[in-house]
């Protein structure tokens, strides 16, 4: 089975873009949760997606945004871009509703923002 | 407040020897899971091991193994005969429910280990 996917893996933007990551999970999850990860806060919980529907959000501005398709692939956004946002974002999947169910990870998408 | 703690920032140990590294969480709620997961310089976060917390025996993976006790609180990782290829940043996080059945991980700040020859 395949992994979970992300694209692109690189990502270079300036100040006040916007940008849009793609993650493909695992065959058959449904839960798809993204997190971001850097030097100085460590991994922070960004949102969860269940069914196309928001299920659980971190504490990030609402410039950071995502959605999932029916086929359970996710998209994150970040809008209006600052310096802080350069990161490395993490997509995981998983296949049940709750439980002793593991998130997989995917590769990570490497954001800087210059 | 910090759930879980990681209070080694590094960690070193040589090949064929056996390590541990800490794990400490604070929550509240009686059902709650454990996970440990490896992180190569490639990036990719590498799950290892599970544990549930009304789980009654230590979880283990083939050389990962949980050493979990639940009334301190830790869930300490034990790597049996380290590898060269162990060497990596290894993260500790815990899932606590919460009202919408959602699934959040929260992050220790992690240990980075390196295995020398």
């Known amino acids: 089975k395949a992994g979970v996917t992300q694209t692109p893996r690189y990502l270079i933007k300036t100040r006040g873009q916007q940008v849009t990551l793609s993650c493909s999970p695992i065959s058959g999850h449904r839960s798809v949760s993204w997190y971001q990860q850097t030097p100085g806060q460590g991994l922070q919980f960004l949102f969860e997606?269940?069914?196309?529907?928001?299920?659980n959000k971190g504490n990030f501005p609402g410039r950071f945004s995502g959605r999932q398709f029916s086929n359970s692939r996710s998209e994150m956004n970040v809008s209006t871009l600052e310096l802080g946002d350069s990161a490395l974002y993490l997509c995981?999947?998983?296949?049940?509703?709750?439980?002793?169910?593991?998130?997989?990870f995917g590769p990570g998408t490497r954001l800087t923002v210059l | 407040a910090q759930k879980i703690t990681q209070t080694q920032p590094g960690m070193f140990v040589q090949e064929k020897e056996a390590v541990t590294l800490d794990c400490t969480y604070d929550?509240?709620?009686?059902?709650?899971?454990l996970f440990w997961y490896k992180q190569p310089s490639s990036g990719e976060m590498i799950f290892l091991i599970y544990?549930?917390?009304?789980?009654?025996q230590n979880a283990t993976e083939g050389r990962y193994s949980l050493n979990f006790q639940k009334a301190r609180k830790s869930a300490n990782l034990v790597i049996s005969a380290s590898q060269l290829g162990d060497s990596a940043m290894y993260f500790c996080a815990m899932r606590e429910p919460n009202s919408n059945s959602g699934y959040a991980l929260n992050f220790g700040k992690g240990t980075s280990l390196l295995v020398t020859p």
């Open positions: 995981a999947s998983s296949s049940l509703a709750g439980g002793a169910d593991t998130q997989y």
């Open positions: 544990q549930g917390s009304y789980d009654q």
């Open positions: 929550t509240s709620d009686p059902s709650y899971g």
């Open positions: 997606y269940f069914s196309e529907t928001q299920r």
